[in-house]
């Protein structure tokens, strides 16, 4: 396995940062919220990804359908103890809304924060949604810098206490044109990325090429990288992935060693090509982490760690220990 260890010195207090500077292999997943107002739901899918990764992403109305919003989930976790991502998309606040959020959630205690330029209205459910994109993502990075590092709003107000936040950003290796993304990514760190997660990773050759660019001008030793995986639960889901949802290359033949395979064998197939992903990806240089994706499977994400050879991951820091966790949650369920 390829160690990354970048500056020692921590930007928050957060476990994922504190993770990634000590030189372990990270690991993130993402908590899709839910389509409705019981906290409950968040909690219990939580506590299957809390005890085997080192933060939960809360999304912000990924595929531009609205959920639960992130800051809630951020609010829940963090009451729960749990250390999570919080999302934020361009595309549905100004820059005075996100800077609210941004310090509302640091208040919360979120040490970690993703920018993210966001899916377009047109691929969500009510595309008669306006648009707002006063940002876009690296606009976004240099804002929440700004922020933490200088203690002011844009606006040039002081911030009594700022916000001391790990920053995030997204990366996809898998579009053209290749030879731009390696600069993109640069772009990203310069405008204030202290780790990114990327887009889903099924084409490991592609990816471990864009990695050779990015070690070539020396942005591993500048930013943690942590990739995206996830299962596939069959050919079908693969093909819709690949024609369907924007920014996703699935190689044919990872579509064809599906289709192959029996009908009642092909989740545990797609989960072992994911777990065969990850101990590939985790060997080459730069790479510091990765980060989960399964739609609403938060008990596969756990197999697929645990499968991949990366547990036992480092215990907590602050926060109840999940055994805590575990009897709020069976107190809940016997009211």
């Given at each position: 396995?390829?160690?990354?260890?970048?500056?020692?010195?921590?930007?928050?207090?957060?476990?994922?940062?504190?993770?990634?500077?000590?030189?372990?292999?990270?690991?993130?997943?993402?908590?899709?919220?839910?389509?409705?107002?019981?906290?409950?739901?968040?909690?219990?899918?939580?506590?299957?990804?809390?005890?085997?990764?080192?933060?939960?992403?809360?999304?912000?109305?990924?595929?531009?359908?609205?959920?639960?919003?992130?800051?809630?989930?951020?609010?829940?976790?963090?009451?729960?103890?749990?250390?999570?991502?919080?999302?934020?998309?361009?595309?549905?606040?100004?820059?005075?809304?996100?800077?609210?959020?941004?310090?509302?959630?640091?208040?919360?205690?979120?040490?970690?924060?993703?920018?993210?330029?966001?899916?377009?209205?047109?691929?969500?459910?009510?595309?008669?949604?306006?648009?707002?994109?006063?940002?876009?993502?690296?606009?976004?990075?240099?804002?929440?810098?700004?922020?933490?590092?200088?203690?002011?709003?844009?606006?040039?107000?002081?911030?009594?206490?700022?916000?001391?936040?790990?920053?995030?950003?997204?990366?996809?290796?898998?579009?053209?044109?290749?030879?731009?993304?390696?600069?993109?990514?640069?772009?990203?760190?310069?405008?204030?990325?202290?780790?990114?997660?990327?887009?889903?990773?099924?084409?490991?050759?592609?990816?471990?090429?864009?990695?050779?660019?990015?070690?070539?001008?020396?942005?591993?030793?500048?930013?943690?990288?942590?990739?995206?995986?996830?299962?596939?639960?069959?050919?079908?889901?693969?093909e819709f992935m690949r024609t369907r949802v924007p920014g996703i290359h699935i190689p044919d033949e990872i579509v064809e060693r599906l289709h192959k395979t029996p009908p009642q064998k092909k989740r545990e197939e797609g989960k072992r090509i994911?777990?065969?992903?990850?101990?590939?990806?985790?060997?080459?240089?730069?790479?510091?982490?990765?980060?989960?994706?399964?739609?609403?499977?938060?008990?596969?994400?756990?197999?697929?760690?645990?499968?991949?050879?990366?547990?036992?991951?480092?215990?907590?820091?602050?926060?109840?220990?999940?055994?805590?966790?575990?009897?709020?949650?069976?107190?809940?369920?016997?009211?």
């Amino acid at each position: 396995m390829v160690e990354v260890q970048l500056d020692t010195q921590c930007l928050s207090e957060g476990r994922l940062e504190h993770v990634l500077r000590s030189g372990r292999f990270a690991v993130t997943a993402e908590l899709n919220p839910p389509d409705s107002a019981d906290p409950q739901e968040v909690y219990e899918a939580a506590l299957v990804l809390s005890e085997v990764c080192d933060a939960i992403n809360a999304t912000d109305g990924a595929g531009a359908n609205c959920h639960m919003s992130s800051v809630a989930m951020c609010a829940l976790l963090t009451r729960a103890g749990y250390a999570p991502v919080f999302q934020v998309s361009c595309r549905d606040r100004n820059r005075i809304a996100i800077q609210g959020d941004v310090l509302g959630a640091a208040a919360m205690g979120v040490c970690n924060v993703l920018c993210l330029t966001g899916d377009d209205v047109s691929v969500g459910d009510q595309p008669q949604a306006k648009r707002v994109f006063d940002f876009d993502s690296i606009q976004l990075l240099r804002t929440i810098k700004i922020m933490r590092d200088r203690g002011m709003f844009l606006s040039g107000r002081k911030i009594t206490d700022p916000p001391q936040l790990f920053i995030g950003a997204v990366s996809n290796p898998f579009v053209p044109p290749y030879d731009w993304r390696a600069q993109r990514l640069a772009k990203k760190i310069e405008a204030g990325a202290d780790f990114i997660q990327s887009q889903y990773c099924f084409d490991v050759p592609r990816f471990r090429q864009f990695m050779r660019q990015v070690c070539d001008l020396g942005l591993h030793k500048k930013v943690f990288y942590l990739v995206g995986v996830g299962p596939l639960r069959s050919d079908k889901t693969a093909e819709f992935m690949r024609t369907r949802v924007p920014g996703i290359h699935i190689p044919d033949e990872i579509v064809e060693r599906l289709h192959k395979t029996p009908p009642q064998k092909k989740r545990e197939e797609g989960k072992r090509i994911c777990v065969e992903i990850i101990q590939q990806v985790r060997e080459i240089e730069g790479v510091a982490g990765v980060h989960v994706m399964a739609y609403r499977q938060e008990e596969l994400v756990a197999e697929i760690i645990e499968e991949a050879g990366l547990l036992p991951r480092p215990r907590r820091i602050g926060g109840p220990e999940p055994d805590s966790d575990r009897d709020r949650v069976r107190r809940s369920k016997s009211k």
